[in-house]
């Protein structure tokens, strides 16, 4: 019996969350040391080799070079992240635009323009060019129509 058997209660509750609250900074620390070296290579406005210097600070002195780097650089490092989070933004609705074509808008109008004639509000004639303008591009959904003046001017 000469070997030493560890117990629960050899490692006391206010160790334990001593021992955690430790875990999450350090899992915090790299938290912030990567966000720092991304925004480095994010910052438009640094040079290459300013970049090199910061990112070498950073890497080599890490507490002292990420201290440094939040007081000279952290106020615009949010600005920096609000800014590329809006162009990933346009981006993304630029392609969702470009992909989804003016197609379903046409559907729309050529569906509200049926509707419009079925109630009688237009004629066939007015519903024809209509028709024709919505799929040339140029109909309702570019601006009002004569057609589509009257059936809001009806109700």
Do not use: H
């Not at 206010?14 to 875990?23: A, D, E, K």
């Not at 600070?57 to 939040?70: A, D, E, K, N, T």
């Not at 590329?84 to 003016?102: H, K, L, V, W």
């Not at 050529?110 to 509707?115: I, M, V």
Request: charged share 20%; hydrophobic share 45%; glycine share 10%.
């Amino acid at each position: 019996m000469s070997t030493q058997m560890y117990l629960a209660y050899d490692y006391p509750l206010l160790s334990v969350f001593w021992s955690m609250l430790w875990f999450f900074l350090w899992i915090m620390w790299f938290i912030l040391l990567f966000r720092i070296i991304i925004d480095i290579f994010r910052d438009d406005e640094l040079g290459g080799w300013a970049k090199a210097g910061w990112l070498l600070f950073v890497i080599l002195l890490p507490f002292l070079g990420v201290l440094v780097y939040v007081i000279a650089r952290g106020k615009n490092m949010g600005r920096r992240e609000v800014n590329q989070a809006r162009a990933q933004q346009e981006a993304f609705d630029s392609y969702i635009r470009q992909a989804a074509g003016t197609g379903t808008g046409s559907v729309d109008e050529l569906a509200k323009l049926s509707e419009i004639r079925a109630r009688g509000d237009i004629t066939d004639e007015e519903f024809r060019r209509a028709k024709e303008l919505v799929l040339s591009g140029q109909g309702p959904s570019s601006g009002p129509s004569s057609g589509s003046g009257t059936a809001t001017s009806g109700q």
